[in-house]
């Protein structure tokens, strides 16, 4: 169940975003901290304390409630700081399985969970984009379920925590645990807020992932023991072969199509090697 006072928001409607607190962003010239700022040799933990100490109430946690890794950081978050929010976007195409999971670790956790929905019902995206968007146009549709929801809602808060992995995919190998990310204004053409992206997990392979579950016994999405590596939308993710070999963890998205990315983890800004030091060598990532 959703927590009293942070039930569903459906964007678009009226509401109150507090006004941003404009932070100087980590790792930029002139931009520094008091605290030392996190590598890939913290353990995730103390990179979530560090984030909760940086950024208190602008920190905001996002979660699909469909893979390993989410579960993992979700329960970390819980004990290490339990007041971080945790932002859920409900595409309204979501498997059965994973809304009642998203329940269930919610309980489990004490999780302060916001639901977000798209503008368009499903049957609205129909009638305004034709049916079957995702095999046509899978792009626009990740846009108007998922992107448009949570980038929305981020331009309320200074830092957005996130549980992607270096393993995860190639295209994910370059992952930091601290990057800055760009979200768009409203008419989605011209460069918006810069926001920084916390990756705890980046350096963790699945079998970390999969360790740490298993020794905190925390349950997972059930789809996870049927085939699937990676949970999204159920028109959009196919089930992987139990054995041999499976490619990246998220070859079964998109399946067919080409496609590995929904969008959100596209508009980040990179902090090159040495960048930190020396100011230098922003670029935005291919992710």
Known sequence: MIPQGLGS???GEDRTIPAVSRRPLVGRPGGGSALPEPTMEWPPQAIIAWAAQRFGERLVVSSSFGNPEGTALLHMVAQTAPHVPVVWVNTGFLFPETLAFQEVL????GLRVVELMPRLSPEEQALAYGPALWSRDPDLCCQLRKVEPLFSYLQGYDAWMTAIRRGQTPARAQVQVLEEHRLPTADGFRPGQLITKINPLAGWSREQVWQYLDAHQLP??????QGYTSLGCIQCTRRMAL????????TGRWWGQGKTECGLHTRTVRLEAGGSSGGAGWAISPR
Do not use: Q
């Not at 997972?220 to 023991?225: A, E, F, S, W």
């Not at 054995?243 to 998220?250: L, N």
């Open 243 to 250: 054995a041999g070999d499976r490619g990246d963890d998220r």
């Open 106 to 109: 919610t309980r489990r956790l």
């Open 9 to 11: 928001i459906r964007v």
């Open 220 to 225: 997972y999405n059930p789809l996870l023991d």
